[in-house]
């Protein structure tokens, strides 16, 4: 299967077969209904002269059409194009889910773009068919759909949680994209949800298959006590969001549903939550795709046979991933681990439930005090968080990739394989490789793959784009070790260096 479908034949077989697959990557707009569909949509087949297809749901929107009241394609997982690639239109689709519109309007998101909001409508409009006030006001027709469906929320809640800036304004909207009032929406519910004020209990949905006991051991094995909590099927974690304190809790049912209940101190921080919790579980990746392409490789064959549907991590902050990764740096994951949790209890902010991970000041201003190690590495730390606390350095999920790159490596102490971890786990970059990464190489070598860095690299480009996948599988893949101060490749202790060949630990 090639990916992304553009063409209009291999789309339209797409719908003929109801290919669940292609849920979230377009939307089928039908010319003689005046409705726009998801590509599984159990309904009869149109005729190809009466269909147009869409790659999002605002497009169709702005062509006049309304959302299909049977498959409801703002129900499907999100495209996973949006992490694939990189371009403009893809990192203000990032922003746009993570909120920028609502806290900072168009002006704030082309700013951030680095566009005059006049261009940036034009060249969204060209490439997605709407403009970013269009594609905003989907984002928050479907998180209210989702609020509607999935909580017990008072309709005006629901309406300031997805960002309306009115209650007149949500159904309005509700009306013109779905065909339905708020409360025929919420009619559909089937689910009993929590009453709580503030809180959210809902289904996440995602493209099967999916490791989840991979991920869930990965985050067992980095959890911050007070500010991380794991089980085999569950992780919870507080974390700071723009109103305030937050918690959520993303777990498993014994029908291999992901849940997703949270808190909130501010309604308007509930949708860029549940898109931060999509992002750590990369529930938005397309694993059937990944999966086959990796698998045509004979090498790596068995690793994909053994972990369908492998996942790539995300971040909770971009800010918290970059302090986690330096200090992570040369060390063990147990090392990160104990010095993380430590620098947490000391400098975090307590909440009447939990720990909040310490801001960029915190770190700047009395870091020295609680890390420990060479001098230059603790400098180096506390210089990355004093230029992300004043704003020199700027990190977000809307980053161009190569700009983020040199951004980090201009920094001292940030090293290449730092650089690139920070983009694989903050931006979901799906084609990164960790050459140096003394984990990825063991597995690489226990598999059969070359085991030093530069005929690993050369033989890893046959899998782009998907070379973080296949970073996951070799670190899967890697022989368990002893814990203890990490050896280089030789067996010799490793030079002081700031970044060099490590162990994934952050």
């Known amino acids: 299967m090639s990916f992304p479908v553009t063409d209009f034949d291999e789309r339209y077989r797409a719908i003929s077969a109801r290919d669940t697959r292609f849920d979230g990557q377009f939307v089928t707009a039908v010319r003689s209904t ?23 749901s605002a497009a169709a929107h702005e062509a006049g059409y309304r959302a299909c009241k049977r498959c409801l394609p703002e129900a499907a997982p999100g495209s996973p194009a949006w992490d694939i690639r990189g371009d403009t239109a893809a990192r203000a689709m990032r922003l746009i889910s993570d909120g920028v519109v609502e806290r900072e309007g168009v002006p704030g998101l082309a700013m951030r773009l680095g566009y005059s909001s006049r261009h940036l409508t034009r060249l969204l409009t060209t490439e997605l068919g709407a403009g970013p006030l269009a594609l905003a006001r989907a984002h928050r027709a479907h998180t209210a759909r989702m609020l509607l469906v999935g909580t017990a929320m008072p309709i005006s809640d629901v309406a300031f949680s997805a960002g309306f800036a009115s209650i007149r304004q949500c159904n309005d909207t509700i009306r013109d994209v779905f065909g339905l009032t708020p409360g025929e929406l919420r009619a559909r519910r089937r689910l009993p949800a929590s009453a709580v004020p503030g809180a959210i209990d809902l289904m996440l949905p995602y493209r099967g298959p999916l490791d989840t006991s991979g991920i869930f051991a990965w985050m067992s094995a980095r959890a911050l006590p007070g500010v991380e909590e794991t089980t085999a099927t569950s992780f919870s974690r507080h974390l700071r969001m723009a109103g305030g304190p937050a918690w959520f809790e993303v777990s498993q049912d014994e029908e291999a549903r992901l849940h997703l209940r949270a ?28 999966d086959e392409a990796l698998s045509a490789h004979p090498e790596i064959a068995p690793l994909v046979a053994r972990t369908p549907g492998i996942r790539v991590p995300g971040s909770a902050d971009p800010h918290e991933m970059l302090i986690r990764a330096m200090v992570g740096q040369q060390i063990t994951v147990v090392a990160a681990r104990t010095a993380l949790t430590a620098l947490a209890e000391a400098l975090g902010e307590r909440t009447e439930d939990g720990l909040l991970f310490p801001t960029m000041s915190a770190i700047a201003e009395h870091g020295a005090e609680v890390l420990r190690g060479p001098a230059a590495r603790i400098r180096a730390i506390t210089g990355a968080a004093a230029a992300l606390a004043d704003g020199s350095l700027a990190l977000t999920v809307g980053d161009d990739g190569p700009e983020q790159r040199a951004r980090l490596l201009a920094m001292p102490g940030i090293g290449p394989w730092t650089a690139d971890y920070v983009r694989m786990r903050v931006l979901g970059d799906p084609d990164i490789l960790l050459p140096g990464d003394v984990a990825l190489r063991a597995g690489a070598a226990a598999s059969g793959l070359p085991g030093e860095a530069r005929p690993l690299t050369a033989w890893a480009e046959r899998t782009a784009p998907w070379r973080s996948y296949l970073s996951a599988h070799l670190w899967r893949a890697a022989p368990v070790r002893p814990v203890g101060r990490r050896r280089t490749a030789s067996g010799s202790r490793p030079a002081p260096t700031l970044d060099t060949s490590t162990k994934e630990n952050s």
Do not use: E
């Open 34 to 56: 005046g409705i726009y569909c998801r590509p599984s949509c159990p309904a009869r087949t149109p005729k190809p002269q009466n269909v147009t297809f869409y790659p999002t």
């Open 263 to 290: 808190r909130v101190a501010r309604l308007g921080d509930l949708a860029p939550l549940v898109s931060t919790a999509r992002r750590i579980f990369d529930l938005d990746a397309d694993p059937l795709a990944i």
